[in-house]
């Protein structure tokens, strides 16, 4: 089955700073990589994701990246802000199936 | 532990009927979120139940409903169906959805196409 990576498993940078987080698959039938950010007692949220004919995609002050022939995708957060300290999980879709990764816990200090 | 299951598994419909689609979680689960993926949406949070009560909603018309059964199965129902709902409907169960760290499982989906 797919095996889905994360690095690092915890973050932290000062505020206006970037944070990158990495994750890798195995499957090269995986097809669609969402992130999703879990804050503190709340349920994990989809902040953005990239389909596999896609090479970047960008969202205010997220991006992603995707290289399918490296079998990886990376989360780009810029100008960070005290609210996105979090969880955030990246995943990997192969038919019906959502394999996530480990998690990073990210720490924005003020 | 047996996974989420749902059922059906397939389901095709005609505009303006209504469906109802199941979801049961892992054992001891008592939150169940349930999510809608399309090709060009992704995946999109409906809403989540936990203790028989939905706890959280995303944005989608009243057409979509939910419930919660005391075994924490749950059901999804969509009235007055229309082709843009046409996608695969995930349910995912965790333990508590209160913790800093909880993980989600996924079951199957189940995959709707309106006529």
């Known amino acids: 089955g797919e095996n889905v990576e994360q690095h690092p498993s915890t973050l932290s940078v000062q505020e206006g700073d970037s944070a990158v987080i990495k994750c890798t698959y195995s499957?090269?039938?995986?097809?669609?990589f969402p992130w999703y950010k879990q804050e503190l007692g709340k349920r994990p949220q989809l902040i953005i994701d990239?389909?596999?004919?896609?090479g970047e995609k960008k969202d205010q002050r997220i991006a992603v990246t995707l290289n399918k022939t490296a079998k990886h995708f990376s989360l780009h957060i810029t100008e960070t802000q005290p609210e996105d300290s979090a969880v955030y999980f990246c995943?990997?879709?192969?038919?019906?199936?959502?394999?996530f990764g480990t998690g990073t816990s990210l720490t924005v200090i003020p | 532990k047996a996974g989420v299951t749902q059922t059906p598994r397939y389901l095709i419909k005609t505009r303006g009927q209504q469906v109802t689609l199941s979801c049961s979680p892992i054992?001891?689960?008592?939150?169940v979120s349930w999510y809608q993926q399309t090709p060009g949406q992704g995946l999109q949070f409906l809403f989540e139940?936990?203790?028989?009560?939905?706890?959280n909603k995303g944005n989608f018309p009243g057409r979509f409903s939910g419930r919660q059964f005391s075994n924490s199965r749950s059901e999804m129902n969509v009235s007055t169906l229309e082709l843009g709902d046409s996608a695969l409907y995930l349910c995912?169960?965790?333990?508590?959805?209160?913790?800093?760290?909880?993980?989600?499982?996924f079951g199957p989906g189940t995959r709707l196409t309106v006529l």
């Open positions: 990239i389909r596999s004919n896609v």
């Open positions: 995912a169960s965790s333990l508590d959805g209160s913790l800093e760290i909880d993980e989600q499982f």
């Open positions: 499957d090269s039938a995986s097809n669609y």
């Open positions: 139940y936990f203790s028989e009560t939905q706890r």
């Open positions: 995943a990997a879709i192969t038919g019906n199936q959502f394999y």
């Open positions: 054992s001891g689960h008592r939150s």
